[in-house]
């Protein structure tokens, strides 16, 4: 079994910067994709971004390019989502998710975390 704890959630002014991380455990990761959805009050979960498991490939939303980054640590079992000029839409519950397969991680993960609340205020 697989569980995601992440971290780095918090309050931060438009135009500002988070890093967001997730430890995976429960078994080794490195074999997984691993991703980024956000859900914001009142709307679906969406998809942020993904990294495959040797961190040399990675998708992310149209929405979110040039402004996030993700990133990750197989010996660390960690995931990081590096979000740069940050806007009050970017608002949500982010959550870090796992899945062996690429069509899952961008759709309907097996693996979630509990997520972490980002609040960007104008």
């Known amino acids: 079994q697989v569980q995601l704890v992440e971290s780095g959630g918090g309050l931060v002014q438009a135009g500002g910067s988070l890093r967001l991380s997730c430890v995976g455990s429960?078994?080794?990761?490195?074999?997984?994709?691993m991703g980024w959805f956000r859900q914001a009050p009142g709307k679906e979960r969406e998809f942020v971004g993904a990294i495959s498991w040797g961190g040399d490939s990675t998708h992310l939303a149209e929405f979110v390019k040039g402004r996030f980054t993700i990133s990750r640590d197989n010996a660390k079992n960690t995931v990081n989502l590096e979000m740069n000029s940050l806007k009050p839409e970017d608002t949500a519950v982010y959550y870090c998710?796992?899945?062996?397969?690429?069509?899952?991680?961008?759709?309907?993960?097996?693996?979630w975390g509990q997520g972490t609340q980002v609040t960007v205020s104008s």
């Open positions: 998710a796992a899945d062996a397969l690429l069509r899952d991680i961008l759709r309907r993960p097996d693996h």
């Open positions: 429960g078994r080794t990761l490195g074999s997984y994709w």
